[in-house]
């Protein structure tokens, strides 16, 4: 098979895998479906560049809070791994076919569920403030449009402020959006962690720019405030405190495309928007 190219063939004799069938590919990794004469249906995650990378933490995540909660890792190599097969859609489908508002409740009830793990994964997860530096450190091009070089400043003070103010440190998903939820008939089961130790107003921001697909929903501020009134109360934390959070996060993935000198970004308006919300 061609795909036996770029999936290690003593991996494949290990894992007794066969009927490999390319499912997608990302910056950091190849996934294929496959079946394992051990583990039954799975799929195979290689890393491009050798290891797991800043995913690694995310490993001690998944396996931290068990497979009643996330996808299972069954095997692991240094550069490639093997989970179970999760049949189901995502839930970023639910709001791509226009009941974001049903979305929105199961992502709360996913991060209800995820933020009572306790402290016991806490030491091998990366610090939160770690995780945020590209934002506190990014330079502005003298071309970027003045409006978003004082959005992007503005939002790395509240950055500041908040890491400066976390007082309940938990283990944290560090993506959680509706992408990274995948709807089984047993439940909901969370994949594709980094694995973050930090303030709770932290775990969902990041879904308040997703799910790709349903941009045109972000442009509409009643909706995100909708969104954000569900998910402070999900991770109990006040409502302005994760609209904090959450125009910090719209940042700091602008920060983290700009690649330390940022000159403009498609995700100024949606920045805009969630800092505006700060103000009502």
């Not at 290689?46 to 800043?54: E, L, S, T, W």
């Not at 008939?185 to 997703?210: C, F, H, Q, T, W």
């Not at 109990?236 to 993935?253: H, I, N, T």
Request: proline content about 6%; charged content about 25%.
């Amino acid at each position: 098979m061609a795909e036996e190219g770029q999936v290690a063939s003593e991996v494949i004799r290990r894992w007794g895998l066969a009927e490999l069938c390319p499912l997608t590919e990302t910056g950091a990794a190849w996934l294929w479906r496959a079946t394992s004469a051990r583990h039954g249906a799975c799929v195979v995650k290689r890393y491009k560049r050798g290891d797991p990378g800043n995913e690694a933490a995310g490993l001690v995540y998944l396996r931290g809070i068990g497979p009643d909660l996330a996808v299972e890792v069954l095997e692991q190599t240094r550069d490639t791994l093997l989970m179970r097969y999760l049949p189901g859609p995502l839930l970023g489908d639910l709001s791509r076919s226009g009941r974001d508002d049903e979305a929105t409740q199961k992502l709360a009830d996913v991060a209800r569920g995820v933020l009572q793990v306790n402290g016991a994964v806490g030491p091998q997860l990366t610090p939160l403030q770690d995780n945020c530096a590209a934002l506190l450190s990014l330079k502005i091009a003298p071309e970027c449009p003045s409006p978003l070089a004082a959005d992007m400043r503005h939002a790395a003070q509240i950055m500041q402020h908040l890491l400066s103010t976390q007082s309940t440190l938990r283990p944290l998903h560090g993506d959680l959006h509706h992408d990274n939820v995948i709807e089984t008939s047993d439940g909901p089961r969370v994949i594709d962690a980094k694995g973050v130790l930090g303030d709770p107003g932290y775990e969902l921001a990041n879904a308040m720019r997703n799910p790709k697909g349903a941009e045109p929903l972000l442009e509409d501020p009643h909706l995100l405030m909708r969104r954000a009134r569900v998910w402070s109360a999900a991770a109990e934390v006040p409502l302005d405190r994760f609209l904090q959070w959450s125009a910090a996060k719209c940042a700091l993935s602008i920060a983290w495309r700009a690649k330390g000198a940022l000159h403009n970004d498609k995700e100024a308006p949606l920045l805009r928007r969630v800092l505006d919300l700060l103000d009502q």
